[in-house]
């Protein structure tokens, strides 16, 4: 897969990304139909286009889900989770 214009890897490019955030961007990356009427395949380019519209929709998700896991956790049910936003300090 090639790199995006702007050097960073498709993978960090979605690294704060859901599977529906993703998903999103692949739907507006669709090429609208040229004034010709031909179709055309999704490009890098109008994937990378897509990603800078899209916002991630774990951001509000982990912020959640951290102040749960620091407040509200009792007998340690959500100590896998916190181990997780320790390593990972997710955006």
């Known amino acids: 897969m090639p ?10 490019a979605t690294a704060s990304a859901s599977g ?4 999103g961007a692949a739907a ?5 139909s040229s004034p010709s009427g031909d179709l055309r395949m999704i490009e890098q380019r109008d994937f990378e286009a897509a990603l800078r519209e899209v916002r991630p929709s774990t951001g509000p998700w982990f912020t959640t889900a951290r102040n749960v896991a620091m407040f ?3 007998g340690g049910a959500y100590d896998a989770l916190v181990g997780y ?7």
Request: proline letters at 14%; hydrophobic letters at 25%.
């Open 3 to 12: 790199r995006p214009s702007d050097g960073r890897a498709p993978r960090e």
């Open 20 to 23: 529906a955030s993703a998903t």
């Open 28 to 32: 507006a990356a669709r090429p609208t």
């Open 72 to 74: 509200a956790d009792e």
């Open 85 to 91: 936003l320790k390593k990972q300090k997710p955006r």
